[in-house]
């Protein structure tokens, strides 16, 4: 029997549970206590201040299921076989206690031992100058050296801004050729599918001073990330992550709710998959306090929601059918996260009202931005003016990234900075009249349309938000 999400998630817990790992939930997708972070990203996000040494950590050495939002890997999501928008990290942490020993040999003994991946499939990488991690992995965990892959700062070293920073060790697993690309350079580092990374591995030994000077830290730390979806992938030997046991399941209800059918059709697949990834993120977002708006991680949510809706129309669906899939998320995840469960119907209202929104326009944007796309044919244009996507924007909704999609579907683009100098414009003709862009409709109307029992659920987390513009 293949091991399904919700069984790798407990062994892995319970294994650093053995090593003694203080074990906690995931924290919020929300960042607590953090403006330089939009939406939780990685494990140990909500753990800085145990690595920066700004507060005590409870113990040494922990482990998390953390629910983690990368917007950036949006465009990769039914493309590639290993990245979603939403996922969850498996992590585990050392504050100053173990090092890289440890964490190699534990990484090691996870994926051999208690997961069982066959040894002849699994690579290593280490960053190129890190020749105590090379040892490690050649001398005692016995991985040939035409086994372990030196790359380079942007692959493995971890590092953002001043402070704690460190090289990176990552385990793969070798899927075989039939997943691999035609370079002759094909291996682990590779972006094709065939050798795909699963555990990073951070050591987090070096402090960079403002003259850029890499300090050796006293008590050095360890931060891993495993995606859970990817081991999943792994072990139940399916194409990509959108065909393991919880994913997979989600994807039928899709299906099912569009009346089509999956692998049928490559371009199908690709919205198939989007629709899949992007319910699972918006339901995960709605849960922790995300509520839709145009800005920050309000405008995140918005995003995903309407970027789903749009390719729910590809696929022919002309009614709302986005909140009609939270019970398939809950069904898969209520279970590990509560917090989904607790707040099912206030997560389907406002996704409901979001999409309804939206609906209201959506034929009307893109029957606009088609008469554009012709227009520009004709001319031989290339970039839509700023004027005409901001108008896509604000009189229709439509997010920008979601008219460079369909634009860039032609082989087209858009003029990003003239789109700018229009919001821009709109920021300061908000700010004469009086009235607060931000706060502007939005956010009180789809309050307004959730009755109030439901309101109850919506925990404020907008106070705290960064006023960032996505
Ligand atoms: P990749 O190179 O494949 O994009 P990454 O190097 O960006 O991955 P890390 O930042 O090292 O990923 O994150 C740690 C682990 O989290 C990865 O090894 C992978 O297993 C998982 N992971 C990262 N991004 C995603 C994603 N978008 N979807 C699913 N899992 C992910
Ligand atoms: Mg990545
Ligand atoms: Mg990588
Ligand atoms: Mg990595």
Redesign the pocket.
């Known amino acids: 029997k293949k091991l399904g999400v919700n069984e790798i998630r407990s062994l892995f817990l319970d294994f650093f549970k053995e090593k003694d790992h203080l074990i906690v939930s995931s924290y919020p997708l929300v960042p607590e206590n953090d403006k330089s972070l939009l939406l939780i990203n990685?494990g140990m996000a909500p753990l800085k201040p145990y690595f920066a040494g700004l507060e005590e950590p409870p113990n040494k050495r922990m482990a998390t299921c953390q629910k983690?939002i990368?917007t950036g890997?949006i465009e990769?999501v039914g493309k590639?076989a290993?990245?979603?928008?939403f996922?969850e990290?498996l992590g585990n942490f050392s504050f100053g206690d173990y090092f890289k020993t440890e964490s190699i040999l534990w990484g090691w003994e996870f994926a051999t031992e208690y997961l069982k991946m066959p040894i002849d499939k699994l690579w290593a990488s280490v960053y190129h100058e890190d020749d105590e991690a090379y040892d490690i992995w050649n001398k005692k965990v016995g991985l040939p050296p035409e086994k372990i892959v030196r790359l380079g700062k942007e692959?493995n070293f971890w590092e953002i801004g001043l402070g704690p920073c460190g090289p990176?060790s990552?385990i793969y697993y070798d899927r075989g050729e039939k997943y691999g690309c035609d370079s002759a350079d094909c291996k682990p580092g590779c972006e094709c599918d065939r050798y795909?990374?699963?555990?990073?591995h951070?050591f987090t030994q070096f402090d960079k001073d403002e003259a850029g000077n890499y300090n050796l830290l006293p008590n050095p730390n360890i931060d891993t990330?495993?995606?859970?979806?990817?081991?999943a992938c792994i072990m139940q030997d399916v194409d990509s992550?959108y065909d393991i046991d919880t994913m997979s399941y989600i994807l039928k209800k899709v299906c099912e709710e569009l009346g089509i059918k999956y692998k049928e059709n490559v371009k199908n697949d690709i919205s198939i998959c989007i629709i899949t990834d992007h319910i699972r993120s918006i339901s995960f977002l709605i849960s922790d306090g995300v509520i839709p708006s145009n800005e920050g991680r309000g405008y995140v949510l918005r995003r995903l929601l309407r970027r789903a809706a749009r390719h729910g129309k590809l696929l022919g669906k002309n009614d709302l059918f986005l909140y009609k899939l939270v019970d398939a998320v809950i069904d898969m995840f209520g279970d590990a996260y509560e917090e989904l469960k607790e707040k099912k119907s206030y997560i389907k209202k406002v996704i409901e009202v979001e999409e309804e929104r939206f609906q209201e326009t959506i034929n009307q944007g893109l029957e606009i931005l088609n008469g554009y796309i012709l227009d520009m044919e004709k001319s031989d244009e290339i970039n839509l003016s700023g004027e005409k996507a901001f108008k896509l924007y604000d009189t229709f909704g439509f997010p920008l990234e979601l008219t460079k999609e369909i634009l860039q579907e032609k082989g087209m683009d858009l003029k990003e900075d003239s789109f700018q100098e229009e919001m821009a414009k709109q920021r300061s003709r908000a700010r004469s009249a009086r009235t607060d862009v931000d706060t502007k409709g939005w956010k009180e109307d789809v309050l307004a349309s959730i009755n109030k029992d439901l309101q109850s659920n919506f925990i404020g987390y907008e106070e705290t938000e960064t006023k960032t513009t996505v």
């Open positions: 990685a983690c990368r890997d990769n590639t290993r990245h979603a928008t996922f990290m692959d990176c990552e795909i990374e699963f555990w990073n951070v990330g495993m995606g859970l979806e990817r081991v992550i």
